[in-house]
């Protein structure tokens, strides 16, 4: 089993069509139907079952598909960073961003690399605090930038200054005094937040979401006040809304910068991470 046969596999598993695999890879059909033959006798299982509309994946074909695709993305992110390392200030790298940072990460800082390297290119990867974690630990992203509270086990970090919530206020909905509101103020409104901000709360939320973005667009509609980070509004149209700090020095968190403990940082990582500072 190679490289080469998992790429095919990948294909036709997520193009339900052989022909249509061969499509994708630029390649005539029978050498594609060839190696996925080669690629069940190996294995001693069937990967999929043929059909008139196209070839469903086996029990071991889901299998094989999920890790394939994992091992496909890790030899790629090894090859990026080799490279990288071998090249010092060129390259890619691949900055993983919780969804809750967008508005601290990756930021202008980031933009001196362009002006530093122009051979260098960033790809930016976002998810939720347990996806960026994930993509660090496996190797997919060398450096994160995620949202307290997370475990920090095996990783190396570096933490901004503490940031409140703000309260995205649709007009008739508001509450509290000129620029603050405090969370008893708010025991009579429905909320809108994410799930890790929903689970420091006493309240249950009216409507929650995965994203903080998504929370300032169910305020910008009216659905609710929406409780996000403040440094996320740079990047979210909040309407007409009132915007107030939350006073509550329990709600605060912190964004850190996040890259593997037990893991040399490329040239272009560290410089990354330096630009990065405390995303202040």
Not at 73 to 99: F, H, N, P, Y
Request: proline share 5%; charged share 25%; aromatic share 2%.
């Amino acid at each position: 089993m190679n490289l080469k046969q998992l790429e095919y596999f990948v294909a036709i598993a997520e193009e339900g069509q052989i022909t249509a695999a061969a499509r994708r890879l630029h390649i005539s059909q029978p050498p594609l139907s060839y190696e996925l033959a080669q690629l069940e006798r190996e294995l001693g299982t069937q990967l999929v079952r043929r059909g008139p509309r196209g070839v469903t994946l086996t029990e071991a074909g889901r299998l094989l598909h999920e890790r394939a695709a994992r091992i496909l993305a890790m030899a790629t992110a090894t090859a990026r960073e080799v490279s990288s390392v071998g090249k010092g200030l060129t390259g890619t790298l691949c900055l993983a961003v919780c969804d809750s940072a967008a508005g601290l990460a990756p930021g202008t800082r980031l933009a001196e690399l362009s002006r530093l390297a122009p051979e260098v290119s960033i790809e930016v990867l976002d998810g939720s605090v347990p996806k960026v974690l994930e993509l660090v630990a496996s190797g997919l992203a060398e450096v994160g930038v995620v949202r307290t509270p997370f475990s920090s086990q095996g990783l190396r970090c570096r933490y901004a200054p503490a940031e409140p919530l703000v309260a995205v206020m649709p007009q008739e909905l508001e509450r509290g005094d000129e620029l603050e509101v405090r969370l008893t103020e708010l025991a009579d409104v429905p909320l809108a937040c994410s799930r890790r901000v929903a689970a420091q709360l006493a309240q249950t939320p009216f409507c929650l979401t995965e994203d903080d973005r998504a929370t300032c667009a169910c305020s910008a509609a009216g659905l609710g006040v929406g409780l996000v980070p403040r440094s996320l509004l740079s990047t979210c149209d909040t309407g007409a809304c009132f915007i107030k700090v939350v006073a509550e020095k329990d709600l605060e968190s912190r964004a850190a910068v996040i890259w593997k403990a037990d893991r040399a940082l490329s040239p272009l990582a560290e410089r990354a991470v330096a630009l990065l500072g405390e995303l202040a």
